[in-house]
Each structure stands twice: as structure tokens, then as C-alpha cells.
């Protein structure tokens, strides 16, 4: 497994300011990854966060909003950028390993955001 | 795009019973993996199926990849106040860079 750790764990922010999530890692990993979980639903992929070069994003996510950054393989950040309210929700950081079975995700603790 | 649906959305039983969830999908994945979510913390892996017709037990969970690949399912037996949850099953290839496709998750409830 993988040790994530995540700060901070929860904010409360105002309409039009910005918050960084930071994502830490106990040992390197090639791929991390930076979801979104809104209340009582699934995950949805921001972006992959790559290593020394710039994060791939997904559909609907754009690099002005979410801004991320991955200096190292052991460490990223997750910036959302002008709030609103329709951006509370939870923010998780994730890393993929390999193991006996393949490839395994697993998950930081998430931060809860809530935009007023 | 790879969708996997899940059902029930929501399962609320007594402690003791048995329930299973379900995960299809119509594509095929290489791997499946199935995850809980308690309030308040991040999605914790529970187990990863590779190979079609595969059964892992985990204690009172059994978990099953369909032959072809495309559905999963997961059995809890004598359910316990500690298995409430939010339970997501994910696709995703076994190796290589491929994205983990999400399912639209299970939000059980186990009743003292």
C-alpha cells in the first residue's frame, strides 16, 4: 500500500479566493493523480499529475482553474483557483502502485472544502 | 466512454443479513478493483480482480469478477454495523497508464 497524507484536511473559504491542497507521499511514485468527489457521489479525474512537466487534464478541467504542481515524485500540489460555491467538495490525492495483481490505486484522506 | 453502474445506489439492511452489490459494465476491463469510503476519509482498497471468473474472499466478503470481464460483484455475509459504507467498485487495465474508470457507487447501511 501507499501512506498519503493531505493538507489541509478541511477549509472553508470565500467566493473568489484560492486554496492549494498539498498532496504528500511516503516513497516515490511515477503516477498521481488529483480527483474530485462532490457529496454522495463517485470519483471524477481532474487531471494526472505529471513529474517535471506539465498535468494532464480531463474533460471539464482546465489548468487555469486547477493548477497543479509535481516537483518531485513524492510530492504534489492541487490548486483551486477563484472559488465559488459550486467548488465545495471533497479533494482527494491518489498514487498508483504496482503490485501483485497489476496496477492498485489508493487514496489520501481527502480534503473537504467549502466555498461560501 | 467506459461507464460502470452500479447497483443497488442504496442498501439499507439489518445487521446479520446478506447483501450483494453489483458493478457492469459493457466494456471489459483487465482489472477491477473495489474500494470503502467511510465519512470523513479517503477510499480505502479493499481488493483487485484480474483474471475473468476470479473469486476472492476477504473474512465475511467475496468478491467476483465476471467471465468476461465486464461485471463484478461483491457479497457480504452476516452484515455488521462496521461494513456501512460507500462502497465503489473501479476498471481499469492491469498494466501500462490506463485511467481507473470509477463506478457510480453503493451507499450501504448496516442497522444495529
Known amino acids: 500500500s501507499a501512506v498519503i497524507s493531505q493538507k489541509p484536511s478541511r477549509d472553508i473559504c470565500q467566493r473568489g479566493t484560492s486554496l492549494t491542497i498539498q498532496c504528500q507521499v511516503d516513497?516515490?511514485?511515477?503516477?498521481m493523480f488529483w480527483y474530485r468527489q462532490q457529496p454522495g457521489q463517485s470519483l471524477t479525474l481532474i487531471a494526472t499529475?505529471?513529474?517535471?512537466?506539465?498535468?494532464?487534464?480531463e474533460s471539464g478541467f482546465v489548468i487555469d482553474k486547477f493548477p497543479i504542481s509535481r516537483p518531485n515524485l513524492t510530492f504534489s500540489t492541487l490548486t483551486v483557483s477563484n472559488m465559488s460555491p459550486e467548488d465545495s467538495s471533497i479533494y482527494l490525492c491518489?498514487?498508483?502502485?504496482?503490485?501483485?495483481?497489476?496496477?492498485?490505486?489508493?487514496f489520501g484522506p481527502g480534503t473537504r472544502l467549502t466555498v461560501l | 466512454t467506459q461507464l460502470l453502474e452500479q447497483s443497488p445506489q442504496f442498501l439499507s439492511i439489518q445487521e446479520g443479513e446478506n447483501l450483494t452489490v453489483y458493478c457492469n459494465s459493457s466494456?471489459?476491463?483487465?482489472?477491477l478493483q473495489w474500494y470503502r469510503q467511510e465519512p470523513g476519509e479517503g477510499p480505502v482498497l479493499l481488493v483487485t480482480?484480474?483474471?475473468?471468473?476470479e473469486v476472492k474472499k476477504l473474512k465475511r466478503l467475496t468478491f467476483q469478477f465476471g467471465d468476461a470481464r465486464k461485471d463484478s460483484s461483491l457479497h457480504i455475509t452476516a452484515a455488521q454495523t462496521g461494513d456501512t459504507g460507500l462502497y465503489l467498485c473501479?476498471?481499469?487495465?492491469?498494466?501500462?497508464?490506463?485511467?481507473?474508470?470509477f463506478g457510480t457507487g453503493t451507499r450501504l447501511t448496516i442497522i444495529p
Open positions: 491518489s498514487v498508483r502502485r504496482s503490485g501483485r495483481g497489476g496496477n492498485e490505486q489508493f
Open positions: 516513497s516515490q511514485v511515477t503516477m
Open positions: 499529475a505529471n513529474q517535471g512537466s506539465e498535468a494532464t487534464y
Open positions: 466494456s471489459v476491463f483487465s482489472s
Open positions: 480482480v484480474v483474471t475473468g471468473g
Open positions: 473501479a476498471g481499469g487495465s492491469n498494466f501500462g497508464n490506463e485511467k481507473l474508470t
